[in-house]
Nanobody
Framework: VQLQAFGGGLVQAGGSLRLSCAASGSTFNYYYVGWFRQAPGKVREFVASISWNGRNTVHADSVKGRFTISRDNAKNTVNLQMNSLKPEDTAVYYC???????????????????WGQGTLVTVSS
């Protein structure tokens, strides 16, 4: 499966963006999907993840209450709705996937073996 992340851009603090991760080459069913981000000069960090059926989601404490991950398997997409954006949310955002028929999802980037290219989110103060 190939993943492509899009939807990034420049937004003012307090604004919103919706990122999408589109899958091609294979159905997105039975893949748990995560969003990660990497700010300049920092290590990549977990943002949110969702099980293949959408029943289980995990959000990092830093984005809880502001970001929401969701998916539409019929459209082969996973979305990240980002509200109340802060300058510290500025980063390149990556989506990643791992095939699993369990209801499991992971916060560990090393458990993902499919990665999309990043999309840049810039939040101005």
């Amino acid at each position: 499966v190939q993943l492509q992340a899009f939807g990034g851009g420049l937004v003012q603090a307090g604004g919103s963006l919706r990122l999408s991760c589109a899958a091609s080459g294979s159905t997105f069913n039975y893949y748990y999907v995560g969003w990660f981000r990497q700010a300049p000069g920092k290590v990549r960090e977990f943002v949110a993840s969702i099980s293949w059926n959408g029943r289980n989601t995990v959000h990092a404490d830093s984005v809880k209450g502001r970001f929401t991950i969701s998916r539409d398997n019929a459209k082969n997409t996973v979305n990240l709705q980002m509200n109340s954006l802060k300058p510290e949310d500025t980063a390149v955002y990556y989506c990643a996937g791992y095939y699993s028929r369990s209801y499991y999802t992971s916060t560990n980037e090393h458990e993902y073996n499919y990665w999309g290219q990043g999309t840049l989110v810039t939040v101005s103060s």
